[in-house]
């Protein structure tokens, strides 16, 4: 058995913008004069285009410039911060799915996983498999309140290292290590998952767009919820 000191979150992709063809488009438009803020993000200034065009307000009105303005607008606010801000707190957030962010979890446990893959919507997951991996070395991160109680620790300690030696006795049970089959060893280390705990550590790579982001994490950090790392 191995205990997890602490989950770990890695940050391993992030939404780029194509500036060639941004700026093709904004040259077709007739708004070669709007530019990116180099002071931030490609996702952040990706927001900020798909809000003006939707609205058409690169810049205010010029009747030379159909495509480019609105003649609703006649003034339009400065800044990606300041634009974005405006954005978020009308709640229009259809613009900020354009943007995706990917992390790596790992050393959480599968009650994590099993809470954060119920969010569907604008997320794609990719989890460490129980049908390919074998369970002879349970990692497990024992949650707070039971490491600060001597007995709760114990039991978790002693029901964690009576499920790990069932794995091991199970593959002796099949004589596991003499089997050459691939398919076998994987039907056999499916059945084997099945008595594994909900708490083994585990890896999962996630990709969400920012709206779906902002909804779990408002979804899922009440303080009032047991952890789930």
Known sequence: MREIDKPKVYLVAKTALVTEGLNAYLADIGAPDWGIDPDVS???????????????????????????????????????????????????GSIIEHVNLTFICRNVSRVFTHELVRHRAGMAYSQESLRYVRLDDLSFWFPEAACDNRQAKQKFEDVVHFL?????????????????????????????????????????????????????????????AEVAK
């Open 164 to 224: 790990e030696g069932s794995q091991k006795e199970l593959a002796e049970i099949f004589d596991f290590e003499n089997i050459h089959d691939f398919a076998t060893k994987k039907q056999l280390t499916s059945m084997f998952r099945r008595l594994a705990p909900i708490g083994l550590g585990t890896s999962i790579m996630v990709t969400g767009n920012l709206r779906a982001w902002r909804h779990i994490i408002a979804m899922r950090t009440s303080e009032h």
């Open 42 to 92: 490609d996702g952040e200034n990706l927001i900020e285009a798909a809000g003006r065009m939707c609205y058409r307000s690169w810049q205010p009105y010029d009747p030379n410039k159909p495509e480019a303005t609105n003649p609703n607008v006649d003034r339009v606010r400065k800044g990606n911060k300041e634009y974005i801000g405006n954005v978020l707190k009308s709640g229009h």
